[in-house]
């Protein structure tokens, strides 16, 4: 059992830049989830993919923002010009298909604006 | 989907039972209650799920009331490794957008 794994754990980078994070999902799990969290402060939903097709998105995502899951597997959530406001840890989980969501999280990517 | 209140934050003592609780007073009739538990730098972690009653699992219990608009998370025999903060969800199959508050942070003194 692999788990929910994100790649990086940790990305610096300056104002202006783009950055790109990726999420592999336990692999019988249709259903992929992204979150932004902050210091002391509890998960806001970002988007939500069953399969490939991303099914909803929070007002949060805005149009810098965007997520994939080509092939309904992987997942990456792009940031474009970004912000110090964006600094956050960047959460994915997944869940199986049918029933009662239980999300399995990975451990985040912490990204900090300079 | 349904809104929900915790404290934000209690103490306790290793060796003692914690409960903690959730208000959830416009949860929905195909709500179910599941709570997650997070550590500093890593994602939440499932504990525990139930609808109705109590529920049991090797970590918590879980004690719904008849009216549902509540539910406790107890914690048997806490220990320094329980230190976390605890999230309280409500949410029912139809929509997916898994709301999470503030989360109730534990200390667990020695």
């Known amino acids: 059992d692999t788990g929910v794994s994100q790649d990086p754990r940790h990305k610096i980078t300056k104002r202006g830049q783009n950055v790109t994070f990726r999420c592999d999902p336990i692999?019988?799990?249709?259903?992929l989830y992204w979150y932004r969290q902050t210091l002391g402060q509890g998960p806001e939903f970002l988007t939500y993919?069953?399969?490939?097709?991303?099914?909803?998105k929070s007002r949060l995502l805005s149009d810098r923002f965007s997520a994939e899951r080509p092939k309904g597997s992987f997942s990456t959530l792009e940031i474009q010009r970004t912000e110090q406001g964006d600094s956050a840890m960047y959460l994915c989980?997944?869940?199986?298909?049918?029933?009662?969501?239980?999300?399995?999280f990975g451990s985040g990517t912490q990204l900090s604006v300079l | 989907l349904a809104k929900t209140t915790q404290p934000i934050s209690m103490d306790s003592y290793e060796g003692q039972e914690v409960n903690i609780t959730c208000s959830h007073n416009n949860i929905a009739t195909n709500d179910y209650i599941t709570w997650y538990q997070q550590f500093p730098s890593q994602g939440p972690r499932f504990i525990i799920q139930g609808y109705k009653t109590k529920v049991t699992n090797e970590v918590a219990s879980l004690f719904i009331p008849a009216d549902r608009k509540s539910s406790t998370l107890s914690l048997p025999r806490v220990s320094l490794s329980d230190t976390a903060v605890y999230y309280c969800?409500?949410?029912?199959?139809?929509?997916?957008?898994?709301?999470f508050g503030g989360g109730t942070r534990l200390m667990v003194k020695p």
């Open positions: 993919f069953q399969n490939e097709a991303q099914l909803e």
């Open positions: 989980a997944s869940s199986p298909d049918g029933g009662v969501e239980k999300l399995f």
């Open positions: 692999s019988e799990h249709n259903r």
């Open positions: 969800l409500v949410e029912g199959n139809a929509g997916n957008m898994l709301t």
